[in-house]
């Protein structure tokens, strides 16, 4: 089925909101539904439609993987809190682990994230909370890239062929598939979410296994995970579209208190984009990535080099892997 695309210039956000919110408590009728929020705008924006149009009878749950950036389910949990929503936390960290074991296979990766999602944690979560609907934060692009085969977009089923209902046992609604990520910020906007929500850089689905290069561990994750805390709020300062710290599977040597070492490598990207689809890399002050670097190398023990991507995309995709 052809999805009929809302331009954002002619996007009206408020009578957009009415129309989804009607429209999806026309579909779950009396029913419940059930969501997983990530805390990017799409999932947060698609949480607040469901709760004005079904209140409780709307489940939020956020799925603690283990690749989420440093304090992601403490701070979401807060933020929507304030908003009057319940987020209920499911650690599933000892499933998504277990799954990415040994895969350094890029597609593979992505793979083992989608099924444990889908089939195992959320799947059973839905299975076990009776709803008959799930509600979903998929927007245009996520479907072109999955339907061009450019990327394996985590949330893309029905236009890839797959039934949901009969892989997963439950029917989807996706209230901004229509919009591209500029609409979606607009509607967010407008329903009252903070502009650290509305206004925030994309992160990938796969979290930062994206930006681990080779096979997955807890202790890899949390090494990119502390580079990615050092690396946001002093590369997001330059206006960027989206930064990052990336784990290289090499290893160089270096020099620590005086020993030679056979160390880690972390690389930086900043990107300056529209829409992700083509990006520049952001002609960040040297003076900032040399004194990222020092905290880098000077906090985590393992590194001893750090680069700077500076490729374009195309031929380069933002993420790593
Ligand atoms: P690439 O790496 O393809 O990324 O140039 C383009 C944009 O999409 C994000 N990205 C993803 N988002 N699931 C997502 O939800 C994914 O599998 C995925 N891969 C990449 C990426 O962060 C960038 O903003």
């Not at 695309?5 to 009396?30: P, Y």
């Not at 509600?135 to 029905?158: C, Y």
């Not at 599977?249 to 005086?258: L, P, Q, S, Y």
Request: net charge positive; proline share 5%; aromatic share 6%.
């Amino acid at each position: 089925m052809k999805i009929k695309e809302i331009k954002t210039a002619k996007l009206n956000a408020q009578s957009f909101i009415a129309e989804q919110v009607a429209s999806i408590r026309a579909a779950v009728g009396r029913g419940t539904a059930i969501n997983a929020l990530s805390g990017g705008v799409d999932s947060s924006v698609v949480t607040l439609l469901g709760h004005r149009a079904l209140g409780r009878r709307l489940r939020t749950l956020f799925i603690q993987n283990g690749i989420m950036r440093e304090g992601e389910a403490e701070a979401i949990v807060a933020l929507f809190k304030k908003l009057g929503v319940r987020v209920e936390v499911v650690d599933a960290r000892r499933e998504f682990f277990a799954a990415l074991r040994g895969i350094t296979d890029p597609e593979e990766k992505r793979e083992a994230v989608t099924q444990t999602f889908y089939k195992k944690v959320f799947g059973r979560e839905v299975r076990r909370s009776g709803a008959q609907f799930l509600l979903q934060g998929t927007i245009l692009t996520d479907v072109d890239e999955t339907v061009a085969g450019i990327k394996r977009q985590h949330n893309v089923f029905e236009q890839l062929g797959i039934d949901p209902k009969a892989a997963f046992g439950y029917h989807i609604l996706e209230p901004v598939v229509q919009l591209r990520k500029d609409g979606v910020r607009k509607v967010g906007k407008a329903l009252g979410l903070p502009a650290t929500i509305w206004n925030r850089p994309p992160f990938p689905g796969p979290a930062l296994a994206a930006r681990v290069i080779g096979a997955v561990t807890p202790k890899k994750i949390e090494l990119v995970r502390k580079a990615t805390a050092l690396v946001e709020p002093v590369l997001l300062r330059t206006g960027a579209f989206q930064c990052m710290a990336i784990l290289h599977e090499d290893r160089v040597t270096g020099m620590k208190n005086g020993r030679r070492l056979f160390g880690r490598q972390i690389e930086l990207r900043c990107w300056d984009s529209i829409d992700a689809r083509k990006a520049t890399p952001t002609a960040v002050p040297f003076a900032t990535l040399r004194k990222l670097a020092d905290r880098i190398t000077a906090e985590l023990p393992e590194v001893v080099s750090v680069t700077y991507h500076i490729a374009s995309k195309p031929p380069s995709t933002m993420e790593a892997v």
